[in-house]
């Protein structure tokens, strides 16, 4: 799925972090620090006093929401592939925060989404499964990981479908989904949405298939009404020829 920073690789993880909240808040307190070096204050040890209060000022910093849906632009195949693509770089970046369950029910589903969104004419033909489709992609599957991920990363981390944390739950003799917690809720979710995209799937191969047959009849009703002869003659040549 890429690279372990996501597409760009680590100039564009450094460029999130400079752009991050954490990172401004800690700069903000690494300036009072110099601020109060000029004062003499932290004497000789000052370098090491900027950056102990910038470490502290970026560990203060309350986490930044996730963000992994949208609104895209389009409503095409084509488009709906495009926002899968990035819904899976922003999952990619964050997968060591995933329960190790739902990362595979993840990868399962975006599978199953990206070689259903391969049939452009199926679902040009089908708008209403086009539309569900374009539902799970955008607005389903990313608020699913969204709420999961914007938890505190202690409760979240306690509850983890792969058994990490030891909370209740985690051995697996939970629900049906075989987790507890906040991670239960996620596979649950997640299971859900994939017997959606299942349906979706079935709903495109039968309409595929009945174009199949439809089209078997209508050559076998062409076959029984077809003249013996064609126009022309006999063996397709026209009278005048020798």
Do not use: I
């Amino acid at each position: 799925m890429g690279t372990s920073s996501g597409a760009g690789g680590w100039p564009a993880a450094a460029l999130r972090y400079l752009m991050s909240l954490r990172n401004l808040s800690g700069a903000a307190a690494g300036l009072v620090g110099v601020v109060v070096a000029f004062a003499g204050v932290f004497g000789a040890y000052w370098p090491l006093a900027v950056a102990a209060l910038y470490t502290a000022g970026a560990l203060a910093a309350p986490p930044e929401r996730v963000r992994l849906g949208g609104a895209g632009a389009g409503r095409t195949p084509r488009d709906l592939r495009r926002d899968l693509a990035a819904l899976a770089e922003g999952v990619e970046r964050r997968r060591s925060r995933l329960p190790g369950a739902a990362s595979e029910r993840f990868d399962r589903l975006r599978a199953k989404l990206a070689d259903l969104l391969r049939l452009d004419a199926d679902l040009r033909a089908d708008p209403d499964t086009a539309y569900e489709l374009e539902r799970v992609v955008r607005t389903d599957l990313p608020e699913a990981v969204e709420a999961y991920l914007n938890l505190p990363w202690r409760f979240a981390a306690g509850r983890r479908a792969d058994g990490a944390g030891g909370a209740d739950g985690a051995d697996g003799a939970g629900g049906g989904s075989g987790t507890d917690g906040a991670a239960g809720e996620l596979c649950e979710q997640l299971d859900l949405l994939e017997a959606s995209v299942d349906k979706a799937a079935d709903r495109l191969l039968e309409a595929r298939a009945r174009r199949q047959r439809d089209h078997t009849s209508y050559l076998r009703a062409r076959e029984r009404t077809a003249p013996l002869d064609p126009p022309g003659g006999r063996g397709g040549r026209r009278p005048e020829d020798p």
